[in-house]
């Protein structure tokens, strides 16, 4: 019985019966009718048989009956005739099963429209609930705000215009000098910097949180008023990333401390593959004694950019600078004078390498003092070796510089190592700010954010050398000096005139395109690079570079005096 309510109670079964076939279930459920009114009972008539009662359906009349009370003669023949067409109790009791069937099948189909119906309508309310709910706001990251230290001279922020973090956070760029930041720093809440900056004449005071430092100013100098070294300290108190990091630049407010950095390069490399210049230090004046080997030059304390160095030739001029250090109440150093033919300056820009010589003019033995010849030079694997073992100091260097002087008896000696804040020369100065912003960039993006940079991971696989190339309308010459071996013969790519105020300084960029011609007339040319192009044109014809040096000179003398006279 349980299995055909549920086979009948299945819609598709009952839509799939014959015509004809169990009329009563496939027929619609019509409205419910009131019931007739019972009829009285009459003595003259037989009683109706229950198989009579259950084949009539209880709700389904053919026609309505009449109200009223009726005669005993009328029911009693309605009776007598309905009495003879009484099925036999078999048909009656099919008639009663099947009528329970039909009920239990219509219960179900009312059942599934009702259930059907109620999703339809909730699906329906889910649709416009959706439809009407609000748009969720998108998720607007806030800029990360990048501290750059460097005088005014470079804008800084033209650099980083439209760049992105990971294309999605922007970079808000906040320029000052040391001399301009006030910070504060706490556990929880970092570093705050107060900011006064003079742009234009007019005063600018800003207060904001750095997310990231870009150092490009010493951090400590013995001018007075110049020692930087607390603002470093709440930088790093203030857990701010840089670049280079803080701790080598805090490191580095010590030349000494620096080169002791070198002597361990050079036990572990060897004096042929790290020559590095021999030197002595003294904590005081008190220990400075006169070396027998003279001349030699003597350091003051933390002496950069050829500031506080002194030429010793003799054991009494050695006298005179030790009570000079005694007033300076500061350390010294002192190391081995190297006539020089000409300096090397390696540098390093992440995974960029450049190398130049710079050669003295003016005849002083400091090669940034005076007129020099600054010239792009072939990128050695000598070379890289030696900035590459000196930008492991201190957990790393981003950004570092290798100093050199080739001595006349053809040796190399390594004098110093620069960090973040060394000057940018040469003729790509331009692509050396690209390459220090797209350094900046990747790193912002790998502290804060915790993604690495794809560029950051192909460039450490092939590191990227920028040969020197010819300069248009000038010469190429080989410089030939008696290097080493592994050396690679430098060539003569660019040469400057230097005045002692411009020395180390970016040189002009030469100008590309097809109007690069028209930019090179002489007419737009100053009057030091039409007497760099003098003597450059001198060049020309001398196979050594003592007779070239020797016509440079002789033609910068006729050159002076020409100028001046005018």
């Not at 010459?477 to 080493?484: F, M």
Request: hydrophobic share 35%; charged share 20%.
């Amino acid at each position: 019985m349980n299995y055909l309510r549920r086979r009948l109670s299945d819609s598709s079964f009952v839509a799939n019966l014959p015509n004809g076939y169990m009329m009563d279930l496939q027929r619609p459920t019509p409205s419910p009718t009131p019931s007739p009114p019972a009829r009285p009972k009459s003595s003259t008539s037989s009683p109706a048989s229950p198989a009579t009662e259950r084949r009539q359906p209880p709700a389904v009349s053919p026609q309505p009956q009449a109200s009223g009370p009726a005669s005993s003669s009328s029911s009693s023949s309605s009776t007598a005739t309905s009495a003879p067409s009484a099925p036999p109790p078999s048909a009656a009791a099919a008639g009663g099963f099947l009528s329970s069937f039909s009920s239990v099948v219509k219960t179900a189909q009312i059942a599934s429209a009702v259930k059907a119906k109620a999703e339809a309508q909730a699906a329906q309310a889910a649709d416009n609930a959706a439809a009407t709910a609000p748009l969720p706001k998108p998720v607007v990251r806030k800029p990360k705000v990048l501290l750059v230290v460097d005088d005014p001279h470079t804008d800084w922020a033209k650099y980083f215009r439209g760049r992105k973090l990971n294309g999605e956070c922007e970079i808000r760029v906040e320029q000052a000098e040391f001399t301009e930041i006030n910070l504060a720093s706490y556990v929880n809440s970092g570093c705050m910097i107060d900011m006064q900056v003079t742009r234009g004449g007019t005063k600018v005071v800003r207060t904001f949180k750095p997310d990231f430092v870009l150092i490009r100013q010493h951090a400590y100098s013995m001018t007075p008023g110049e020692d930087f070294r607390s603002l470093v300290i709440g930088l790093q108190y203030g857990g701010v990333s840089s670049v280079n990091s803080l701790l080598s630049i805090y490191n580095f407010c010590s030349k000494p401390w620096v080169f002791s950095q070198m002597i361990k390069l050079y036990h572990n490399l060897g004096p042929e593959k790290f020559p590095l210049n021999e030197q002595t230090f003294y904590p005081n004046h008190s220990q400075m004694q006169p070396t027998p080997t003279l001349p030699v030059v003597v350091k003051m304390g933390h002496a950069h950019a050829g500031v506080g160095k002194i030429k010793v030739e003799n054991q009494d001029d050695f006298q005179d600078i030790t009570s000079v250090v005694a007033l300076a109440k500061t350390y010294a150093t002192s190391e081995p004078f190297i006539d020089s033919k000409y300096d090397i300056r390696i540098q390093k820009i992440g995974n960029n390498y450049k190398a130049y010589m710079r050669t003295s003019i003016s005849g002083n033995w400091k090669a940034n003092t005076g007129s020099a010849m600054l010239e792009q030079i072939a990128m050695t694997d000598r070379y890289r070796l030696w900035v590459d073992s000196c930008a492991e100091m201190f957990g790393g260097l981003d950004i570092c510089a290798v100093k050199a002087v080739h001595g006349k008896d053809g040796n190399d000696y390594i004098i110093e190592v620069m960090d973040s804040s060394m000057p940018l020369i040469g003729e790509h100065v331009e692509e050396d700010k690209q390459l220090i912003t797209d350094l900046v960039v990747n790193k912002m993006t790998s502290v804060l954010l915790g993604i690495t940079s794809p560029q950051t991971t192909s460039a450490k696989s092939q590191p990227q050398t920028t040969q020197p190339r010819r300069v248009q309308g000038g010469p190429r010459s080989a410089a030939g000096s008696p290097c080493q071996s592994a050396q690679a013969s430098p060539q003569r790519a660019r040469s400057a005139s230097t005045s002692p105020s411009q020395a180390f300084q970016p040189g002009p960029i030469p100008a590309s395109g097809p109007g690069a011609a028209s930019q090179k007339q002489p007419p737009q040319l100053n009057k030091s690079q039409s007497l760099t192009n003098t003597f450059t044109e001198t060049l020309r014809g001398y196979t050594t570079d003592d007779e070239a040096k020797a016509e440079t000179i002789r033609s910068l003398r006729q050159s002076f005096a020409s100028l001046f006279s005018d």
